[in-house]
């Protein structure tokens, strides 16, 4: 079954045409790796899943459900790590993550935190107010309320910037622990080697043209774009 | 009960940030405090005039003081891009309206109650006997300045000449609001019988009622544009 559908997806921004009938289908349990230079659309594409942009044309499905017309249940369905961090200064790492699940209607108990912070590794940050977190940390915190969360379609966009070594292992690791259960993973990312542990499928886009290719070809290949 | 939760959290988060920062509520306060000290050099009146003048001096120091607080309520939902994560929230939009609205409503009220013994102390007020009905008006009051304001504030956020664009939106709307709260207060100050100015209360909860219900409208449209 298809999590991720687009259909001839168009976007512009005042007078520049970022995507012109773009394409793409993810499959479920799949972890897809959106590549291509900057300004290719990638985050663009990334967002119009997300329902944070409104394409000018095409349509799109995520999990058979119309991203134009059921946007609720769309986003039932979706959890998106993008470049902001999403946090508040002032409230703890613990009370960062308690409100931004419990506004998505769900209190996970203190156990099931500790536990989701432990594993991307900064359970004994729990009490540390979020604006002396650095941007690692805060990339990590979002992958926890990602793991709490559990969605069913993953959208990272960069997802190892600002990440350690320690850091990106991290999120192979949780990447692979969501295609496991069937989760989709849908990123953008620049590092192929990094990339290449957890993809299934590659895409490169580029001038709006979306080139699919293995993995293997990826690693291979001397230059994607 | 998700949306009373969700208003729930969004207050909580809100009044708990504001209480660890409280960037807002020192701004405000010594902005009030600066009205309330001019007015009291410049004026040096017999009771009888104070108590005439009274409610328009309150009002221009609470009206003033509301424009510097709610103007940044959303200040705090742009810096991390947390209003994104309110709009890919699969929850009822409106919701977030109210929790931001609960949260300044409850927070503009603590300050006018901070105030109110400055008023007293600088002007020789006797209130403690009007103090009810007092407490009543301004509560009636600052619910509609609120509901406008927070409405507001999340349609000037995100540009640029926010600052100018606020006062300029809420202020000719905010008209009834100050006519009403103005001739409660001079009401209540003179001690005359609640039943003489009830009706000015009525007029303010009327327009309390339809500034909530137009702004949790019109909010789902701000934020998923």
């Known amino acids: 079954m298809n999590a991720i559908r687009g259909i001839a997806l168009s976007k512009s921004f005042q007078h520049y045409q970022v995507l012109k009938e773009v394409s793409i289908e993810v499959m479920q349990g799949e972890c897809y790796a959106l590549f291509g230079p900057n300004g290719a659309g990638k985050t663009t594409l990334l967002r119009i899943f997300a329902t944070l942009h409104r394409p000018n044309s095409g349509t799109f499905e995520i999990m058979g459900m119309d991203g134009k017309r059921e946007r609720t249940k769309v986003r039932e369905a979706i959890f998106m790590i993008g470049h902001g961090s999403y946090l508040y200064d002032d409230l703890s790492v613990k009370e960062n993550i308690q409100f931004a699940i419990g506004i998505r209607g769900w209190n996970p108990s203190d156990a099931e935190i500790k536990k989701a912070l432990d594993q991307v590794g900064i359970g004994r940050f729990a009490r540390l107010r979020s604006r002396y977190l650095s941007a690692g940390m805060k990339k990590r915190l979002s992958i926890a309320k990602a793991l709490l969360i559990r969605p069913k379609v993953l959208f990272l966009d960069e997802g190892y910037a600002s990440l350690d070594e320690k850091g990106v292992g991290m999120m192979n690791e949780c990447i692979r622990e969501f295609t496991e259960a069937g989760a989709t993973v849908l990123m953008t990312t620049h590092n192929r080697a990094v990339t290449a542990e957890v993809a299934h499928r590659v895409g490169v886009l580029t001038r709006s043209v979306l080139t699919e290719m293995t993995v293997n070809e990826m690693v291979e290949a001397d230059a994607l774009f | ?225």
């Open chain 2, 1 to 225: 009960m998700h949306f009373f939760r969700l208003i729930r959290w969004i207050a909580w988060k809100d009044l708990l940030s504001e209480y660890r920062n409280r960037e807002n509520v020192s701004s405000m306060f010594f902005f009030a405090l600066n009205v309330i000290l001019i007015f009291s050099f410049s004026f040096s009146l017999d009771p009888d005039t104070i108590k005439e003048i009274m409610p328009g001096i309150i009002w221009v120091a609470f009206g003033f003081t509301a424009i510097i607080g709610l103007g940044k309520s959303f200040l705090i939902e742009v810096n991390n891009d947390c209003m994104e994560y309110f709009q890919t929230l699969p929850g009822p939009k409106g919701a977030i309206y109210l929790g931001k609205f609960l949260g300044n409503f409850l927070f503009m009220l603590m300050v006018e109650i901070i105030l109110f013994p400055l008023f007293v102390l600088f002007f020789n007020l006797s209130i403690l006997d009007q103090a009810l009905p007092l407490l009543l008006v301004s509560s009636v009051a600052t619910f509609g300045l609120s509901a406008l304001g927070t409405l507001f504030s999340a349609l000037t956020v995100q540009i640029r000449a926010r600052e100018v664009m606020f006062p300029i939106l809420l202020l000719p709307l905010s008209v009834p609001i100050f006519i009403g709260a103005v001739e409660a207060t001079r009401g209540a100050l003179s001690g005359d019988p609640f039943s003489m100015y009830s009706h000015w209360i009525e007029l303010l909860t009327v327009f309390d009622v339809i500034f909530v219900v137009v702004s949790f409208w019109i909010f789902e449209f701000i934020l998923d544009y």
